[in-house]
């Protein structure tokens, strides 16, 4: 699943959390749906403006452009299903989603209405929809993890999250099997990728991290959702 997301500043921004069963650019390969073109259903857990359910959909096929994949409104229960609840920003990884109950939600976009700046819609919902796509946390890549001292990480963290060290080693520290993951040499520009201040940096500079689909994105999608 995933975990809280920095913003484009160095300081964490919003209400980021996990939700209660948590799991601990490159795709998983046990969460990848496979070549084939694939369109998902989309529905929303509570009352949502038209508007406001068609605002996020645009936001969710801007990785339409980049693969064969695409996602439309239902008024059924959709493959995704998007709460606006308490909870923060997270998504379910892949293939996971076919597991959750079909009352729960998969994706969680906690407060977003249709004055959420333009900037977040392309931050946050690109980045949860690309975790719907399989994409993990482009900053846990062992080269990017490297980069980052555990005890500053701990320290700073624990200040500005309130994360244990339990939770900084799982969500921050702990390295993608690069045997389990397909994927281009780490990208600190990702959508995927958190941005982490240089304060916990071994060299003392920032990890960038992405606030919108960027070339290598959209590329590496289309190598693995190929359109036909």
Not at 3 to 16: D, E, L, N, S, Y
Not at 35 to 47: G, I, L, W
Not at 58 to 69: E, L, R
Request: with cysteine; glycine share 8%; hydrophobic share 35%.
């Amino acid at each position: 699943m995933n975990a809280p997301i920095m913003g484009p500043t160095a300081a964490v921004r919003g209400k980021f959390r996990l939700p209660d069963d948590a799991l601990r650019i490159a795709v998983v390969t046990s969460k990848y749906w496979g070549p084939k073109a694939r369109k998902f259903t989309v529905s929303f857990m509570e009352r949502t403006p038209i508007d406001l359910q068609e605002r996020i959909l645009s936001h969710m096929n801007a990785w339409t452009k980049c693969g064969n994949i695409s996602f439309e409104l239902t008024k059924g229960t959709g493959d995704v299903r998007i709460s606006r609840g308490p909870g923060g920003y997270w998504s379910y990884l892949g293939t996971d989603i076919q597991h959750i109950p079909k009352n729960r939600q998969t994706m969680n976009l906690e407060k977003f209405s249709m004055s959420t700046p333009e900037s977040e819609y392309k931050r946050v919902v690109r980045h949860e929809t690309g975790h719907t796509l399989g994409f993990p946390h482009e900053h846990m890549r062992t080269a990017l993890v490297a980069r980052i001292d555990p005890a500053k990480a701990y320290r700073w963290f624990l200040a500005n999250q309130g994360w244990n060290k339990a939770t900084v080693d799982a969500q921050v520290l702990t390295p993608l099997k690069e045997a389990s993951i397909m994927g281009t040499p780490a990208d600190q520009t990702s959508i995927m990728c958190y941005q982490l201040p240089s304060m916990i940096t071994r060299d003392g500079k920032p990890i960038t991290g992405g606030v919108d689909i960027n070339r290598t994105d959209c590329g590496f999608c289309g190598s693995i959702y190929p359109h036909t």
